[in-house]
């Protein structure tokens, strides 16, 4: 069991590119003690020299906050450092940068004049306020996780691999180059001994309807 003395103070520094700002999404906020200031609270900085809070969450809920700055600070202090246990904060931050023509610089738009970087896309978390860039992600991925999932895709797998298997042999056998060889060893091989003449074929064939010799 965790058993501290004494208060708890925690600073986190968050940094994007120079050319981005930050958004702190908050998804979880609990605290032990909601609506005591001076017991439990936390604190949202923006850039590093910042005197006062951007914004201060010490009751029962936590709004996402957007600051102008690539740096963020957040502090989270615990008058009783025992009440970590029935404390309970979740939160992502994102880096965005508001412009109207987000396709000008690879990207994505978030739908209220917000953009996200590109690569932020589809990525398991929401990086847009309203979620936008998580939206119509996992289509072809559910199609195949739903086809994997089926008690009879192994068996269509196999046929599939044995289907491929087979085609490739028989273009392999059958290529022209193989089938002309030996087409043409087969005919010499059906051939009399009579018509062998020192190595050289007399006899004819029909090319259709006349009748040419063979050498």
Same mark, same amino acid.
Request: net charge neutral.
């Given at each position: 069991? !965790?058993?501290?003395?004494?208060?708890?103070e925690?600073?986190?520094?968050?940094?994007?590119?120079?050319?981005?700002?930050?958004?702190?999404?908050?998804?979880?906020?609990?605290l032990y003690?909601p609506? /005591?200031?001076?017991?439990?609270?936390l604190? @949202?900085?923006?850039? *590093?020299?910042?005197?006062?809070?951007?914004? +201060?969450?010490?009751?029962?809920? =936590?709004? /996402?906050?957007?600051?102008? /700055?690539?740096? $963020?600070?957040?502090?989270?202090?615990?008058?009783? =450092?025992?009440?970590i246990?029935?404390?309970?904060?979740?939160?992502?931050?994102?880096?965005? @940068?508001?412009?109207?023509?987000?396709?000008?610089?690879?990207l994505?738009?978030?739908?209220?004049?917000?953009?996200?970087?590109?690569?932020?896309?589809?990525?398991g978390?929401?990086?847009?306020?309203?979620?936008?860039?998580? $939206?119509?992600?996992?289509?072809?991925?559910?199609?195949?996780?739903?086809?994997?999932?089926?008690?009879?895709?192994?068996?269509?797998?196999?046929?599939?691999? @044995?289907?491929?298997?087979?085609?490739?042999?028989? !273009?392999? /056998?059958?290529?022209?180059?193989?089938?002309?060889?030996?087409?043409k060893?087969?005919y010499?091989h059906?051939?009399?001994?009579?018509? +062998?003449?020192?190595?050289?074929?007399?006899? *004819? @064939? +029909?090319?259709?309807? +006349?009748?040419?010799?063979?050498?």
């Open positions: 069991a !965790l058993n501290f003395t004494g208060s708890l925690c600073i986190w520094l968050l940094e994007v590119p120079h050319d981005y700002s930050i958004v702190l999404y908050i998804n979880e906020f609990s003690a609506n /005591h200031c001076d017991l439990n609270f604190e @949202v900085y923006s850039g *590093t020299t910042s005197d006062r809070p951007l914004k +201060r969450y010490c009751g029962m809920t =936590a709004a /996402h906050v957007f600051s102008s /700055h690539y740096l $963020m600070y957040i502090r989270f202090y615990l008058h009783d =450092a025992n009440q246990r029935n404390t309970s904060i979740s939160a992502l931050y994102s880096s965005f @940068v508001r412009m109207k023509n987000c396709s000008s610089k690879q994505l738009t978030c739908g209220d004049e917000n953009c996200v970087p590109q690569p932020l896309a589809c990525n978390r929401l990086n847009c306020p309203y979620g936008t860039d998580e $939206m119509n992600c996992h289509v072809a991925q559910d199609f195949i996780l739903q086809f994997i999932s089926k008690s009879y895709s192994p068996l269509i797998l196999l046929i599939l691999l @044995v289907s491929s298997a087979v085609l490739g042999l028989f !273009l392999w /056998h059958y290529s022209p180059s193989n089938c002309c060889q030996r087409s060893l087969s010499v059906r051939l009399p001994d009579a018509e +062998r003449q020192n190595g050289i074929i007399i006899t *004819t @064939v +029909r090319n259709g309807e +006349r009748m040419m010799p063979l050498r």
